[in-house]
Protein backbone atom coordinates (compact mmCIF):
# COMPACT_ATOMS: atom_id res chain seq x y z
CA UNK A 1 0.00 0.00 0.00
CA UNK A 2 2.80 2.85 0.98
CA UNK A 3 4.03 2.84 -3.17
CA UNK A 4 0.62 3.52 -3.88
CA UNK A 5 0.16 6.47 -1.18
CA UNK A 6 3.84 7.47 -2.68
CA UNK A 7 2.57 7.84 -6.69
CA UNK A 8 -0.84 9.70 -5.12
CA UNK A 9 1.32 12.18 -4.13
CA UNK A 10 3.39 12.97 -7.15
CA UNK A 11 -0.19 13.12 -9.13
CA UNK A 12 -0.99 16.17 -6.70
CA UNK A 13 2.26 17.75 -7.35
CA UNK A 14 2.00 17.98 -10.95
CA UNK A 15 -1.79 19.13 -11.04
CA UNK A 16 -0.78 22.58 -9.68
CA UNK A 17 2.25 22.93 -11.97
CA UNK A 18 -0.10 21.97 -14.85
CA UNK A 19 -2.35 25.12 -13.83
CA UNK A 20 -0.03 27.03 -13.49
CA UNK A 21 1.11 26.94 -17.24
CA UNK A 22 -2.22 27.29 -18.84
CA UNK A 23 -2.76 30.17 -16.75
CA UNK A 24 0.48 31.49 -18.24
CA UNK A 25 0.22 30.69 -21.87
CA UNK A 26 -3.56 32.03 -21.50
CA UNK A 27 -2.36 35.52 -20.25
CA UNK A 28 0.33 35.53 -22.87
CA UNK A 29 -2.32 35.29 -25.67
CA UNK A 30 -4.77 37.81 -24.16
CA UNK A 31 -1.66 39.91 -24.26
CA UNK A 32 -0.92 39.52 -27.55
CA UNK A 33 -4.30 40.16 -28.77
CA UNK A 34 -4.38 43.63 -27.22
CA UNK A 35 -1.11 44.63 -28.74
CA UNK A 36 -2.62 43.57 -31.91
CA UNK A 37 -5.79 45.44 -31.60
CA UNK A 38 -3.36 48.21 -30.51
CA UNK A 39 -0.89 48.14 -33.34
CA UNK A 40 -3.88 47.78 -35.94
CA UNK A 41 -3.34 44.55 -36.87
CA UNK A 42 -6.94 44.32 -37.06
CA UNK A 43 -8.35 46.64 -39.28
CA UNK A 44 -11.39 47.13 -41.06
CA UNK A 45 -11.25 46.48 -44.68
CA UNK A 46 -14.59 47.75 -46.22
CA UNK A 47 -16.47 45.51 -48.34
CA UNK A 48 -16.32 46.27 -51.94
CA UNK A 49 -19.04 47.59 -53.64
CA UNK A 50 -20.92 44.95 -55.96
CA UNK A 51 -24.28 45.80 -58.41
CA UNK A 52 -25.63 44.39 -61.21
CA UNK A 53 -26.56 46.44 -64.06
CA UNK A 54 -28.70 45.73 -67.12
CA UNK A 55 -27.26 48.10 -70.39
CA UNK A 56 -29.63 48.74 -72.92
CA UNK A 57 -30.02 51.71 -76.15
CA UNK A 58 -32.70 55.02 -74.91
CA UNK A 59 -33.22 56.22 -78.56
CA UNK A 60 -37.16 57.32 -78.39
CA UNK A 61 -36.63 59.49 -82.22
CA UNK A 62 -33.89 60.70 -83.99
CA UNK A 63 -35.59 64.12 -85.42
CA UNK A 64 -33.72 66.00 -88.85
CA UNK A 65 -34.46 68.00 -90.99
CA UNK A 66 -31.67 67.25 -93.84
CA UNK A 67 -30.53 63.75 -93.71
CA UNK A 68 -27.94 64.77 -96.46
CA UNK A 69 -25.42 65.83 -94.10
CA UNK A 70 -23.77 64.66 -90.74
CA UNK A 71 -24.82 67.64 -88.51
CA UNK A 72 -27.61 67.65 -85.99
CA UNK A 73 -30.94 69.63 -88.03
CA UNK A 74 -33.59 68.28 -85.36
CA UNK A 75 -35.56 68.98 -82.09
CA UNK A 76 -33.35 68.28 -79.51
CA UNK A 77 -36.12 68.20 -76.83
CA UNK A 78 -36.81 64.54 -77.30
CA UNK A 79 -34.76 62.43 -74.73
CA UNK A 80 -32.04 59.85 -76.38
CA UNK A 81 -29.55 58.22 -74.37
CA UNK A 82 -28.39 54.74 -72.95
CA UNK A 83 -30.28 53.19 -69.88
CA UNK A 84 -28.66 51.60 -66.89
CA UNK A 85 -31.28 49.65 -64.79
CA UNK A 86 -29.77 48.16 -61.41
CA UNK A 87 -30.71 44.56 -61.33
CA UNK A 88 -29.19 43.68 -58.29
CA UNK A 89 -26.33 44.46 -55.23
CA UNK A 90 -25.76 46.98 -53.23
CA UNK A 91 -27.06 50.37 -53.44
CA UNK A 92 -25.13 53.07 -55.58
CA UNK A 93 -25.11 56.63 -56.04
CA UNK A 94 -25.23 58.59 -58.62
CA UNK A 95 -22.71 60.91 -57.14
CA UNK A 96 -20.26 58.43 -57.04
CA UNK A 97 -20.66 56.22 -60.67
CA UNK A 98 -18.55 57.31 -63.80
CA UNK A 99 -19.25 55.62 -66.68
CA UNK A 100 -16.35 55.14 -69.41
CA UNK A 101 -18.34 54.80 -72.80
CA UNK A 102 -15.34 53.40 -75.71
CA UNK A 103 -15.93 52.50 -79.30
CA UNK A 104 -13.15 51.41 -82.06
CA UNK A 105 -11.98 55.04 -82.68
CA UNK A 106 -12.98 57.22 -79.37
CA UNK A 107 -13.52 56.79 -75.65
CA UNK A 108 -15.18 59.08 -73.00
CA UNK A 109 -15.59 59.11 -69.23
CA UNK A 110 -19.06 60.64 -68.35
CA UNK A 111 -19.22 61.40 -64.06
CA UNK A 112 -22.16 62.87 -62.19
CA UNK A 113 -20.03 66.67 -62.17
CA UNK A 114 -19.49 66.47 -65.96
CA UNK A 115 -21.48 69.40 -67.44
CA UNK A 116 -23.68 68.83 -70.95
CA UNK A 117 -23.20 70.74 -73.80
CA UNK A 118 -24.93 73.73 -73.92
CA UNK A 119 -26.67 72.76 -77.16
CA UNK A 120 -28.97 70.28 -74.87
CA UNK A 121 -32.33 71.81 -74.21
CA UNK A 122 -33.88 68.52 -72.59
CA UNK A 123 -36.18 67.51 -69.80
CA UNK A 124 -34.78 68.44 -66.30
CA UNK A 125 -32.22 65.99 -64.72
CA UNK A 126 -31.46 65.87 -60.88
CA UNK A 127 -32.97 69.35 -59.63
CA UNK A 128 -30.51 70.02 -56.98
CA UNK A 129 -27.23 70.22 -59.45
CA UNK A 130 -26.30 73.82 -59.63
CA UNK A 131 -25.42 72.73 -63.91
CA UNK A 132 -27.24 70.66 -66.14
CA UNK A 133 -26.11 66.45 -65.62
CA UNK A 134 -26.56 63.81 -68.17
CA UNK A 135 -27.50 61.23 -65.68
CA UNK A 136 -31.42 61.12 -65.94
CA UNK A 137 -33.69 59.82 -63.25
CA UNK A 138 -36.92 60.56 -64.66
CA UNK A 139 -37.10 64.06 -62.66
CA UNK A 140 -36.50 62.66 -59.16
CA UNK A 141 -35.09 64.42 -56.76
CA UNK A 142 -33.12 61.50 -55.14
CA UNK A 143 -29.73 60.07 -56.92
CA UNK A 144 -29.92 56.71 -54.61
CA UNK A 145 -29.96 53.61 -57.16
CA UNK A 146 -31.28 50.22 -55.91
CA UNK A 147 -32.05 47.29 -57.45
CA UNK A 148 -35.10 48.04 -60.27
CA UNK A 149 -33.58 51.75 -60.10
CA UNK A 150 -32.18 52.90 -63.78
CA UNK A 151 -30.45 55.68 -64.78
CA UNK A 152 -30.14 57.26 -68.59
CA UNK A 153 -27.06 58.98 -69.71
CA UNK A 154 -28.89 61.50 -72.58
CA UNK A 155 -26.98 62.49 -75.68
CA UNK A 156 -26.22 66.26 -76.14
CA UNK A 157 -27.52 65.97 -79.66
CA UNK A 158 -27.85 63.43 -82.58
CA UNK A 159 -28.21 63.56 -86.49
CA UNK A 160 -29.61 60.98 -89.11
CA UNK A 161 -27.05 60.85 -92.67
CA UNK A 162 -28.92 58.05 -94.06
CA UNK A 163 -29.44 59.75 -97.15
CA UNK A 164 -26.24 61.12 -97.60
CA UNK A 165 -24.96 61.67 -101.32
CA UNK A 166 -21.61 62.59 -99.70
CA UNK A 167 -18.99 59.47 -100.50
CA UNK A 168 -17.13 60.96 -97.40
CA UNK A 169 -20.07 60.58 -95.24
CA UNK A 170 -20.95 57.50 -93.37
CA UNK A 171 -24.94 56.53 -93.43
CA UNK A 172 -26.49 55.80 -90.26
CA UNK A 173 -27.81 57.40 -87.27
CA UNK A 174 -26.19 59.09 -84.64
CA UNK A 175 -25.91 60.61 -80.86
CA UNK A 176 -23.72 62.73 -79.86
CA UNK A 177 -22.41 63.42 -76.40
CA UNK A 178 -19.78 66.94 -76.31
CA UNK A 179 -19.42 67.95 -72.57
CA UNK A 180 -19.43 71.47 -71.69
CA UNK A 181 -15.72 72.85 -72.35
CA UNK A 182 -14.66 69.95 -74.20
CA UNK A 183 -12.46 69.90 -77.17
CA UNK A 184 -13.73 66.62 -78.54
CA UNK A 185 -17.04 64.59 -78.53
CA UNK A 186 -18.17 61.27 -78.38
CA UNK A 187 -20.66 59.85 -81.76
CA UNK A 188 -22.04 56.69 -81.13
CA UNK A 189 -23.91 54.74 -84.29
CA UNK A 190 -27.40 53.34 -83.53
CA UNK A 191 -27.15 49.53 -84.21
CA UNK A 192 -23.32 48.92 -83.42
CA UNK A 193 -21.58 47.96 -80.56
CA UNK A 194 -20.32 50.14 -77.54
CA UNK A 195 -17.65 49.24 -74.84
CA UNK A 196 -18.91 50.31 -71.82
CA UNK A 197 -17.73 50.48 -67.76
CA UNK A 198 -19.53 51.36 -64.88
CA UNK A 199 -16.70 52.43 -62.36
CA UNK A 200 -17.59 53.49 -58.57
CA UNK A 201 -15.09 56.60 -58.82
CA UNK A 202 -13.94 57.25 -55.12
CA UNK A 203 -12.15 54.26 -55.09
CA UNK A 204 -11.60 53.40 -58.81
CA UNK A 205 -13.29 50.05 -58.87
CA UNK A 206 -15.63 48.81 -61.83
CA UNK A 207 -18.18 47.32 -60.88
CA UNK A 208 -19.30 46.22 -64.54
CA UNK A 209 -17.89 46.60 -67.85
CA UNK A 210 -18.97 45.21 -71.54
CA UNK A 211 -20.81 45.25 -74.47
CA UNK A 212 -23.83 46.49 -75.54
CA UNK A 213 -25.92 47.40 -79.09
CA UNK A 214 -26.95 50.93 -79.34
Known sequence: MKPQKRSQKKEDAVSPVIGVMLMLVLTIVIAGLVAAFAGGLFTTVEKPTQAVFKVNSAINSLPDTDKTNAQPDGDTKVNNGIQFRHTGGDTVYLEDITVQLKTD??????????????????????????????????????????????????????????????????????????????????????????????????????????????
Open 105 to 214: SAEMGINFATKQGASRAKAETIKSMSHPTYFYMGGVEYTELNAGDSFTILADNWYDSTAATDPDIVKGRYIIFQPEGSTGKLVLQKGKEVTYSIIKTSTGDVLQRGTFIL
